[in-house]
């Protein structure tokens, strides 16, 4: 059982590129999520997804697209990057989306991915 | 106002010390509030979840204060392996998603 695990762990990019961050679940989760993590702000809710086929945008959604064609899979791309998405990036999911309080809310995040874009 | 305020910290305590962090929310109808913890460099992880009695897990003590609209964590006797950001975790306004407080830095000094 490995969790959320997210590729790749680092990336690189010039202004510009694009790029697709993986995110895998195995818990059978049907809502995920993609954060990013800024220095002094905090984690940030990029997008959401509340089940297969479906996704939302979350708080700071511009310059990114997501899908989820996969229950177990939800994917964050970068079309055309730029140096302000320099970031950590987290994937999460849950058994359910805080609507029923207690710990079937609980998130569980991947490890991240740390990009930089120059 | 933010949704979910922390004091950024650090708090540096020695060994062996109680510390207390709190955190104040905006959302009246918030139903689910937790705290996660953060290593340096890795994904914030569930230290405990918040209910109305208050719970205790070891040395960790967690109480919601509804009228207040604010929620605490305690921690006895702090061991070095604390060391962490804690993260205050609660229902956000529109009440369909979980919002994270910045964070509270806890530094314990041998």
């Known amino acids: 059982n490995a969790g959320v695990t997210q590729t790749p762990k680092f990336r690189v990019l010039k202004t510009g590129q694009s790029m697709t961050l993986l995110c895998a679940q195995d818990?059978?989760?049907?809502?995920m999520y993609w954060y990013r993590q800024d220095p002094g702000m905090g984690l940030r809710l990029i997008h959401y997804?509340?089940?297969?086929?479906?996704?939302a945008k979350g708080e700071v959604p511009d310059g990114y697209n997501v899908s989820r064609l996969k229950k177990q899979n939800f994917l964050l791309g970068l079309e055309s990057a730029a140096p302000s998405q320099t970031s950590v990036y987290f994937c999460?999911?849950?058994?359910?989306?805080?609507?029923?309080?207690?710990?079937?809310?609980?998130?569980?995040f991947g490890p991240g991915t740390r990009l930089t874009v120059l | 106002r933010k949704e979910v305020e922390q004091d950024p910290g650090p708090f540096n305590v020695p060994e062996g010390a109680t510390v207390a962090f709190n955190c104040t929310y905006s959302n009246s109808a918030s139903q689910s509030f937790f705290w996660y913890r953060q290593d340096c460099r890795k994904e914030p992880k569930l230290l405990m979840s918040?209910?109305?009695s208050g719970n205790e897990d070891g040395r960790f003590t967690a109480q919601l204060n509804r009228a207040s609209q604010y929620i605490s964590l305690l921690i006895r006797d702090s061991k070095l392996s604390d060391s962490a950001t804690y993260l205050c975790v609660v229902t956000n306004n529109a009440g369909n998603m979980l919002t994270f407080g910045g964070g509270t830095r806890l530094m314990v000094k041998p």
């Open positions: 997804s509340v089940g297969e086929g479906t996704t």
């Open positions: 818990m059978n989760h049907e809502y």
């Open positions: 999460a999911s849950s058994y359910s989306i805080g609507l029923a309080g207690g710990e079937t809310d609980t998130q569980y």
């Open positions: 918040v209910y109305s």
